[in-house]
């Protein structure tokens, strides 16, 4: 299995910067990719960016050149840097790993949240 812990959400002013953290524990093969969803209230969850073991990004497009999603392979860990940040970007944002356990099966896993309110 793969337990995620998250850290890093909290109050920031609109324009501010934000870091969150995703840290991968448990046992498996590997984990191959990670990132981050976002859920507003009302709205649907929505794939903010995501990362390879490789290190190719992608992000969506509301928070390309404001965001930048990092992973340490060494520590199964994802970082999501949050810059210039608005207040649509207020949600709680969820960490994921795909990973592979013992046996080769596929197993993906999700982190608790951490809210993020970006308001003056």
């Known amino acids: 299995q793969v337990h995620l812990e998250e850290s890093g959400g909290g109050l920031v002013q609109p324009g501010g910067s934000l870091r969150l953290s995703c840290a991968a524990s448990g046992t498996f093969f590997s984990i191959n990719e990670m990132g981050w969803f976002r859920q507003a209230p009302g709205n649907q969850r929505e794939l903010v960016a995501r990362?390879?073991?490789?290190?190719?990004?992608n992000y969506v497009d509301s928070v390309k050149g404001r965001f930048t999603i990092s992973r340490d392979n060494a520590k199964n860990t994802v970082y999501l840097r949050m810059s210039s940040l608005k207040p649509e970007d207020t949600a709680v944002y969820y960490c994921?790993?795909?990973?592979?356990?013992?046996?080769?099966?596929?197993?993906?896993?999700w982190g608790q949240g951490t809210q993020v309110t970006v308001s003056s």
């Open positions: 994921y790993a795909a990973a592979v356990l013992l046996g080769n099966f596929p197993y993906t896993s």
């Open positions: 990362i390879t073991s490789g290190g190719s990004a």
